[in-house]
């Protein structure tokens, strides 16, 4: 194996390719919306095959249009190392979820080229289509499609609030591909992505190790009181449906409190019936989000509100209608990808710490078929999914750096 120590990506190539794609759905705020599958989404997928086909890689789509931009290997029969991430964006997304994911994995391709280095194993890089969320849901379907969480005929059908389904949008926008979802051989995946949270920025490490990803359990909660006229009800005989809500948002709270710091515990949606200031409300929706990367705890969690709800109805004599609508297992990453990462920035010299990632990434869906871990980088104040999300040029290089060290170790190499 030759020399690693002194490889380099070229951050400035790197970042100049972010600043161009960022132009795509620029916003007035300097974020970006590239909803998935928009004409704008078209444009960003048309300027990354364009580079990646400048790059020398050959292109396929498969019929989720997820990309997969192939360098060649030495061994062309072996697995790819795949690495990639998202190029749509939230309404009002930044310039870096999951662009920069992308990009760094086509800045290590531009790099070996540059080096002359040739790799044992192909290198490729993906784009997931929808990952977001935002416009079809669920959130990164066509990852989960290639996963094998979802079957094809259901991620072709997801359809957006105007009843446009993703098959029909793929085949608007010319991204409806030939190739079969997922049902290869990955020899691994790794995906770059910026924290989205504070905690590297706090501790002012340059690489975050991702070693788990949170499971999550999503609720809806429906608390039925009784309606009546604010003025003549007496406090003693109301059954005030937003006073348990109050104390089931109190009792949330307490929950993710009680188990910190790794657990997060959200109602962050509530709505209220009839929502008139001078009736005691009848009924309230809201939703409960809880994150921990411990199955175990996480039940303990879910019991625990369970207990807590029924105190809450009990007392103020409601009805409750519990629904889990949604879970995801907590995510243990590959110990051999995450070492690779954790070399990568050894050798590097960046400072670094473990992390779990609190949000759902492409890479929680690849690591049901593919050894996989992430490589995190921070974002200026924590703040993502917002037209203002942004990162330092040096930890965007870092980033890179790393994602090329651990390519290199999975692909094997020869100069
Ligand atoms: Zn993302």
């Given at each position: 194996m030759p020399e690693t120590k002194n490889l380099s990506i070229d951050g400035g190539r790197l970042w100049d390719s972010l600043m161009e794609m960022a132009k795509?759905?620029?916003?007035?705020?300097g974020g970006c919306c590239r909803l998935a599958l928009t004409d704008l989404d078209k444009q960003s997928r048309d300027l990354f095959a364009q580079w990646c086909k400048d790059a020398g890689c050959t292109l396929r789509v498969d019929k989720m249009g997820n990309i997969f931009a192939r360098r060649a290997g030495?061994?062309?029969?072996l697995p790819p190392v795949l690495t990639g991430s998202h190029l749509d964006t939230q309404?009002?997304?930044?310039?870096?979820?999951g662009v920069f994911g992308v990009l760094a994995g086509l800045e290590v391709v531009r790099t070996l080229n540059d080096l002359d280095y040739e790799t044992d194993h192909p290198v490729e890089v993906a784009v997931w289509t929808?990952?977001?969320?935002?416009?079809?849901?669920?959130?990164m379907v066509a990852s989960g499609v290639f996963g094998g969480v979802f079957d094809l005929e259901y991620g072709l059908s997801r359809a957006d609030s105007e009843g446009k389904t993703m098959g029909e949008e793929l085949e608007r926008i010319g991204y409806a591909g030939e190739d079969e979802v997922g049902g290869r051989d990955v020899h691994a995946y790794f995906e770059a992505h910026i924290?989205?949270?504070?905690i590297l920025e706090a501790e002012e490490k340059t690489i975050g190790i991702v070693t788990d990803a949170q499971g999550q359990r999503w609720y809806e909660l429906i608390l039925t009181g009784v309606e009546s006229h604010?003025?003549?009800?007496?406090m003693a005989r109301r059954k005030d449906a937003l006073l348990g809500a109050a104390k089931v948002v109190q009792l949330v709270n307490s929950i993710g409190l009680k188990h910190a710091p790794v657990a997060c515990a959200t109602v962050g949606m509530l709505e209220v019936?009839?929502?008139?200031?001078n009736v005691i409300p009848g009924r309230v929706f809201l939703t409960i989000d809880f994150r921990h990367p411990d199955d175990d705890v996480l039940a303990t969690m879910d019991k625990e509100m369970r207990a807590g709800l029924q105190e809450i109805v009990d007392g103020i004599g409601l009805e409750s209608e519990l629904d889990q609508i949604f879970y995801y297992a907590p995510i243990h990453f590959d110990e051999t990808c995450v070492s690779a990462v954790r070399k990568g920035a050894e050798d590097c010299g960046y400072s670094m710490r473990e992390i779990v990632s609190g949000a759902g990434h492409d890479a929680c869906y690849l690591a049901n078929v593919a050894p996989t871990s992430m490589i995190f980088v921070p974002c200026i104040d924590g703040?993502?999914?917002?037209?203002?999300?942004d990162a330092k040029p040096e930890w965007i290089t870092a980033g890179g750096n790393v994602l090329l060290r651990a390519v290199l170790e999975k692909a094997g190499h020869a100069a």
């Open positions: 795509i759905g620029a916003t007035e705020k030495r061994n062309d029969a309404p009002t997304g930044g310039r870096f979820d929808n990952e977001e969320g935002s416009r079809f849901a669920p959130a924290e989205q949270g504070p604010a003025g003549p009800t007496p019936h009839p929502n008139s200031r703040i993502s999914h917002n037209e203002i999300e």
